[in-house]
């Protein structure tokens, strides 16, 4: 009798830890959720605020219409540093949106690691303490490995 | 023949070799009131950042090829800021007409200064500032710098304790460098150690600026070179993990010793990326010129010098380790070692620099 209640009183209070464990789960997905509409809502106002950039200057000061052979040069040669300078701000622009989509996916990769190491370790201590003994006594027939049967 | 060797050794050490690494830096008769500091590329980002971080106490700063204090920062969070590497590399460094107006970077000094982040940005009205680009910098861009000038000025330095040196030496022009007036590589180079030779005594003008008029260099420095503990300074003693080397050197002119009867000034030199003595030696901080002008002006300079860090020398390893190493050795700018706070007092290198400037002082412990 002694033993069925002490069984019984483990079994519920394992029950308990799991949901626990279960719970604080749930929270960290929840965390990991809102950083993710967090870093998508930055990236979503930086993208913003690129395509503004870019359209602004697409439509700033046009220039004037060159006349003589030497300002005709002038204003090839400008045409192209300003089609570099273009080039190179494009690709800093999307520099920029990587880095804050990886820095976003691996704040969230961050929050499932640990609450998943820390998971793991609580279902460890919430077994141990539901039953040593028991968990002592087969242990090692647990870790032994069966050798496959000869074909 | 071994008490010869040993004195040998220590004639050595005095007249000027390295002391040992692990010596704790030492109390100097420095004043606290007469404390500046420079940087060269990253060096010259972390001098504007520990300009503004404690401007009560550093009365002017020299930068050389280097931008605006925030130039990383994307934004302000509740316990700290987040910034980009791809700011550093893209507007900070290539692409300056990506930069934000000086507006910005200006709130955003209002903005820490009134978390108590950083010291009140009115104390910059009383500073003196150098700055200079060079006409073939091809590493950082001359608006960068521009932008910076404009940043000083926003922030209430005028006009008048301003020296900008904007692509204005003579032929092809600088390029990424600390200039000096004998040595280095060709004037217009952009390439390693980063000391060019321009004829142009960089030095000798940056620290006038900040001192005022000072009586001519010497030929040769005959204080002594300090080898110092940089662990100390540094939670845990984490000296790599956090970008900084174990050993930091300091520039001690000879009516500076400890015995001195009158105080000196303090300057705190930043070396550049892949400028560190882990890659070069005694070359950066013996070759500027800038020991030359301290001999003989009683200026003790400080060299604090930072550690390449890598993945495996971080505090802890997560998915995003990649993007907080420091593979170039360069000073924290852009908030790697996952130092959220890196360009306030808070920050971890700053924190050590500022600690290093308030033991040669004696105002710390």
Redesign the interface.
């Known amino acids: 009798m002694e033993s069925a209640t002490r069984i019984f009183t483990n079994g519920l209070n394992c029950f308990h830890e799991f949901l626990a464990i279960e719970l604080r789960n749930m929270e960290a997905i929840g965390l990991a959720q809102r950083k993710m509409l967090e870093g998508a809502g930055?990236l979503a106002q930086?993208q913003a605020e690129i395509a503004e950039?870019t359209f602004r200057?697409a439509f700033g000061s046009q220039p004037s219409v060159p006349t003589t052979p030497s300002a005709i040069h002038a204003a090839v040669i400008e045409q192209i540093d300003s089609i570099k300078?273009t080039m190179?701000?494009g690709?800093?622009?999307a520099?920029?949106l990587?880095?804050?989509a990886?820095?976003s996916?691996?704040?969230v990769?961050?929050i499932l690691?640990s609450r998943m190491m820390a998971a793991l370790d609580e279902v460890k201590a919430a077994l141990e303490q539901a039953a040593p003994d028991k968990i002592a006594a087969v242990a090692p027939a647990m870790l032994t490995v069966q050798p496959a049967a000869p074909a | 023949m071994r008490a010869a060797g040993a004195l040998l050794l220590a004639a050595v050490a005095w007249f000027g070799g390295e002391a040992s690494a692990a010596d704790p830096l030492g109390r100097f008769p420095a004043d606290p009131g007469q404390v500046s500091v420079s940087g060269i590329s990253s060096g010259a980002f972390m001098a504007y950042q520990l300009h503004v971080a404690h401007s009560a106490g550093i009365m002017g700063a020299g930068i050389i090829a280097g931008g605006p204090f925030g130039c990383t920062v994307d934004r302000v969070t509740g316990d700290g800021v987040a910034a980009l590497i791809s700011l550093a590399l893209g507007p900070c460094m290539s692409t300056p007409g990506l930069l934000k107006p000086v507006a910005s970077y200006a709130g955003l000094v209002a903005d820490l200064a009134a978390r108590g982040w950083i010291d009140p940005p009115a104390n910059l009205a009383r500073s003196r500032v150098y700055l200079f680009t060079g006409k073939a910098d091809k590493v950082v861009n001359s608006k960068v710098v521009e932008t910076g000038v404009g940043l000083y000025r926003a922030l209430g330095v005028p006009a008048q304790q301003i020296d900008f040196r904007d692509r204005d030496l003579p032929g092809t022009g600088a390029g990424h460098s600390w200039v000096t007036k004998n040595f280095g590589n060709a004037c217009d180079a952009n390439a390693s150690p980063y000391i060019n030779n321009c004829n142009y005594d960089q030095a000798g003008e940056m620290l006038q600026t900040l001192y005022g008029p000072l009586q001519p260099p010497a030929v040769a420095p005959e204080g002594r070179i300090v080898a110092f503990d940089q662990t100390e300074f540094v939670p845990g003693k984490a000296a790599k993990a956090n970008g900084l080397s174990d050993t930091g050197y300091l520039y001690v002119p000879k009516s500076c010793d400890a015995a001195a009867a009158l105080p000196c000034r303090l300057h705190v030199v930043l070396h550049g990326c892949l400028q560190s003595a882990e890659l070069l030696g005694a070359e950066f901080y013996t070759k500027i010129g800038v020991n030359e002008w301290a001999e003989v002006n009683r200026i003790i300079v400080v060299y604090p010098q930072v550690h390449a860090t890598t993945v495996a020398e971080l505090a802890s390893q997560n998915a995003q380790s990649m993007l907080n190493t420091n593979p170039q050795g360069c000073w924290n700018w852009w908030g790697y070692a996952n130092d959220t706070m890196f360009l306030t007092r808070q920050g971890v290198q700053i924190d050590a620099i500022w600690s290093m400037v308030r033991r040669v002082t004696g105002q710390g412990n």
Do not use: Y
């Open positions: 930055v930086r950039g200057r300078t190179m701000e690709q800093a622009n520099n920029i990587s880095e804050l990886a820095r996916s691996g704040d990769a961050n690691q």
